[in-house]
C-alpha cells in the first residue's frame, strides 16, 4: 500500500534552516510527483511547490524562491524540503502530496511535520 | 494576485444537503484549472475527495460529488454524516502554479 512517512517535529531559532524528507513506498517512485504544501497554526493550505522525482525538477512557488529547495534521493525513495532563512511566519505544518505524473490528480499525503521557529 | 475564495463556513443538519463552492475572483473556473477537493478532520492530514472537478477517488464515499456550477467549482454532500464534520479546500491550477482556496469549515449539527 502506498506510505508517505515524512520526519518528525522540529524547533528551530530565527534565522536557521530546516530540512523536512518524506520517505515514499508501495508504488513506483518515477511515476508521480510531490508537492510540498503547508498549514501555519489555525490557518488554511499554501502550496510550497512541485518536484519531479524522475528527474529532480523543482519549482517552487514564487513566494518561496530563493528559500526553498527540493530535493530527492531516488535510492531510498525520499523527497526533501530545506527551507532557509526563518522566521515566526514559517511556523507551520508541513505536507507532502504525490500526484501522477501529468495527470493534476492529488491522492495520497504524508502525515504532516509540525516545524517551530522561536527564540 | 490570484485568490480563490470559499464560504468561510457552513452548518448542515445530518441527513441534509449542503454544496459547497471555489471561486476565482479573475474569473470563471472550468475543468481546466483541474479542480480537486480536499477533507481535513482536526488532528489530521489533509485527504483527497474529489479530482479533475467531477472524479471521486476510490475511498471517497458515494455522498460527495464534485461539478462545475455558474462558473464555480462545487462540492456536494448529500445525505450527511457527522463524520462529514470537517474543513474543506478546494485547489486549482492556474498558471503554472497551485493556488488553494481558504477553507471551508462545515459543520453537522
Known amino acids: 500500500q502506498v506510505q508517505l512517512v515524512q520526519s518528525g517535529a522540529e524547533v528551530r531559532k530565527p534565522g536557521a534552516s530546516v530540512k523536512v524528507s518524506c520517505k515514499a513506498s508501495?508504488?513506483?517512485?518515477?511515476?508521480?510527483?510531490f508537492h510540498w504544501v503547508r498549514q501555519a497554526p489555525g490557518q488554511g493550505l499554501e502550496w510550497m511547490g512541485i518536484?519531479?522525482?524522475?528527474?529532480?525538477?523543482?519549482v517552487p512557488a514564487q513566494k518561496f524562491r530563493g528559500r526553498v529547495r527540493m530535493t530527492r534521493d531516488t535510492s531510498t525513495t525520499t523527497l526533501y524540503m530545506e527551507l532557509i532563512s526563518l522566521t515566526s511566519e514559517d511556523t507551520a505544518i508541513y505536507y507532502c502530496?504525490?500526484?501522477?505524473?501529468?495527470?493534476?490528480?492529488?491522492?495520497?499525503w504524508g502525515q504532516g511535520t509540525l516545524v517551530t521557529v522561536s527564540t | 494576485q490570484t485568490v480563490v475564495t470559499q464560504e468561510p463556513s457552513l452548518t448542515v443538519s445530518p441527513g441534509g444537503t449542503v454544496t459547497l463552492t471555489c471561486a476565482l475572483t479573475?474569473?470563471?473556473?472550468?475543468?481546466?484549472?483541474?479542480p480537486n477537493w480536499f477533507q481535513q478532520k482536526v488532528g489530521q492530514a489533509p485527504r483527497a475527495v474529489i479530482y479533475?472537478?467531477?472524479n471521486k477517488h476510490s475511498w471517497t464515499p458515494a455522498r460527495f460529488s464534485g461539478s462545475l456550477l455558474g462558473g464555480k467549482a462545487a462540492l456536494t454532500l448529500s445525505g450527511v454524516q457527522p463524520e462529514d464534520e470537517a474543513e474543506y479546500h478546494c485547489?486549482?491550477?492556474?498558471?503554472?502554479?497551485?493556488?488553494f482556496g481558504g477553507g471551508t469549515k462545515l459543520t453537522v449539527l
Open positions: 479573475t474569473g470563471a473556473v472550468t475543468s481546466a484549472y483541474f
Open positions: 508501495g508504488y513506483t517512485f518515477n511515476r508521480y510527483v
Open positions: 518536484i519531479n522525482p524522475s528527474d529532480g525538477t523543482a
Open positions: 479533475g472537478a467531477t
Open positions: 502530496a504525490r500526484e501522477g505524473a501529468g495527470t493534476y490528480i492529488y491522492d495520497y
Open positions: 485547489l486549482l491550477y492556474y498558471g503554472n502554479a497551485w493556488v
